[in-house]
């Protein structure tokens, strides 16, 4: 009896100890199942940040791309703004072009017989007033005449060199010349010394002193002077030619209204 209760008790131990030993190969299966649940969720979690990382960075990127864009198309709006007002002032500066264009060929149109009107009355003028340096006042003449038919001269210049030619005509009433010249007195030629006092009068004098005179506008012709004049002439001829001081001098002068 005690023998057969014996084995049980060792059966019933050796039972506990397989039950015991089971139950701890249990447990740490368990375990272990838990720690690669763990393991796999924590690699997956760093797997997840990573992906979020990346496309925080990415945002930023773009974020800073788009900030860049839009700096440029702010830049871009006011650039074309002014470009929009520049081209409006080229455009109202090209119809003023436009109209000047047209007033210059009305104008060119007008000018030409104004010229021709203007060296028409100078050679009248000349051949009315007092006959003082003849020869170079009509190859002046004769000169604008040969340039107003002239095509490769243009309009400005012929004009130009008309009003030129005026100046130079109100100036002879403001200066005092002295010139040798060749007149014709009494149906002789003669050598004359001339003496320009602007428009005043215009005088002559042989170079001898013998011969003095003047020229009378109202005849068109060279009238002698008496004596009277004789050194009045002589000394307008030397302070012409800045051989004497200027002084009074006695000149021949017609009266207003003679």
């Not at 003082?132 to 095509?151: M, N």
């Not at 009433?173 to 060749?182: F, L, N, P, Q, R």
């Not at 068109?220 to 000394?235: A, F, I, K, P, Q």
Request: proline share 2%.
């Amino acid at each position: 009896m005690k023998k057969h209760q014996k084995t049980l008790i060792r059966v019933t131990l050796g039972l506990f100890v397989l039950s015991f030993i089971g139950g701890g190969q249990l447990n740490a299966a368990s375990l272990d199942d838990v720690l690669g649940v763990r393991s796999s969720t924590t690699v997956d979690g760093a797997k997840s940040q990573a992906k979020i990382d990346g496309v925080t960075e990415q945002t930023r990127d773009l974020l800073q791309q788009y900030k860049t864009v839009m700096k440029v198309v702010d830049g871009l709006r006011v650039y074309n703004a002014q470009q929009r007002r520049l081209i409006k002032n080229q455009e109202d500066e090209l119809g003023e072009l436009a109209k000047s264009i047209t007033n210059v060929t009305v104008i060119q149109r007008s000018i030409g017989p104004l010229i021709e009107r203007m060296i028409e009355n100078l050679d009248t003028f000349i051949s009315l007033d007092i006959p003082f340096l003849l020869s170079e006042r009509e190859e002046r003449l004769a000169f604008l005449k040969d340039t107003l038919d002239r095509a490769d001269v243009s309009v400005a210049e012929k004009f130009s060199q008309v009003l030129q030619a005026y100046q130079v005509e109100n100036t002879y009433g403001t200066t005092i010349e002295a010139y040798a010249d060749t007149i014709e007195l009494d149906g002789v030629k003669r050598q004359v010394d001339m003496l320009k006092w602007g428009r005043v009068a215009l005088v002559f004098q042989t170079p001898d002193g013998e011969v003095t005179g003047v020229w009378d506008n109202n005849s068109r012709e060279w009238v002698t002077l008496d004596d009277s004049y004789r050194r009045g002439v002589r000394d307008g001829l030397r302070i012409a030619r800045k051989t004497q001081t200027a002084d009074l001098v006695l000149l021949p002068v017609r009266a207003p209204g003679e």
